[in-house]
T-cell receptor, first 113, second 116 residues
Framework: AQSVAQPEDQVNVAEGNPLTVKCTYSVSGNPYLFWYVQYPNRGLQFLLKYITGDNLVKGSYGFEAEFNKSQTSFHLKKPSALVSDSALYFCAVRETGGFKTIFGAGTRLFVKA | SQTIHQWPATLVQPVGSPLSLECTVEGTSNPNLYWYRQAAGRGLQLLFYSVGIGQISSEVPQNLSASRPQDRQFILSSKKLLLSDSGFYLC???????????????FGEGSRLTVL
């Protein structure tokens, strides 16, 4: 069965500093990995994904994520955080060829000015 | 372009009353459709998914049911609501096939249900 772990409930970072939001996963076979962002009382928005190819993927709003197969991780990163990045971030996984996308518990990112 | 609509946006219902949440997608055909529930502003729980009209897969045995009467319509229902059914319900769709948006989910704005 697929599963996703986001070990941090909240990440605090100062504006302008780099940020990392952690994610590890478990899946049979090759994974599709995703990051989504949610603003209060809104639906989720897609940020980026890893399907195959380069381990470093770039997405919307300057975010990137690195796929590490040996560590089964897919951490979200951004070189310089903005106050407007403050939101709830979800990591998600889908098995190759599958229909179900399973989400982590979410990590709340707080960027202080 | 594709859009997804969910309604109602907010719903307050007494325990034991019925429920119907509706989701429609425009601008695409034969999408995969999903219902998720988010409790207390945190993790998403997959409730149902559908790969075609009349085809529903249930992930969690519970008080809810789903139906897909038309290609781009997905309905979440309950005959008798429980307190534990309160939450934020999100509908989503994904494309079938193609590489560019493979696996991506596109979410509606959600329906907040409070059961009293």
């Amino acid at each position: 069965a697929q599963s996703v772990a986001q070990p941090e409930d909240q990440v605090n970072v100062a504006e302008g500093n780099p940020l990392t939001v952690k994610c590890t996963y478990s899946v049979s076979g090759n994974p599709y990995l995703f990051w989504y962002v949610q603003y209060p009382n809104r639906g989720l928005q897609f940020l980026l994904k890893y399907i195959t190819g380069d381990n470093l993927v770039k997405g919307s709003y300057g975010f990137e994520a690195e796929f590490n197969k040996s560590q089964t991780s897919f951490h979200l990163k951004k070189p310089s955080a903005l106050v407007s990045d403050s939101a709830l971030y979800f990591c998600a996984v889908r098995e190759t060829g599958g229909f179900k996308t399973i989400f982590g518990a979410g990590t709340r990112l707080f960027v202080k000015a | 372009s594709q859009t997804i609509h969910q309604w109602p946006a907010t719903l307050v219902q007494p325990v034991g009353s019925p429920l119907s949440l509706e989701c429609t997608v425009e601008g695409t055909s034969n999408p995969n459709l999903y219902w998720y529930r988010q409790a207390a502003g945190r993790g998403l729980q997959l409730l149902f998914y559908s790969v075609g009209i009349g085809q529903i897969s249930s992930e969690v045995p519970q008080n809810l049911s789903a139906s897909r009467p038309q290609d781009r319509q997905f309905i979440l229902s309950s005959k008798k609501l429980l307190l534990s059914d309160s939450g934020f319900y999100l509908c989503a769709w994904s494309v079938i096939g193609g590489r560019k948006r493979l696996g991506e989910l596109f979410f509606g704005e959600g329906s907040r249900l409070t059961v009293l």
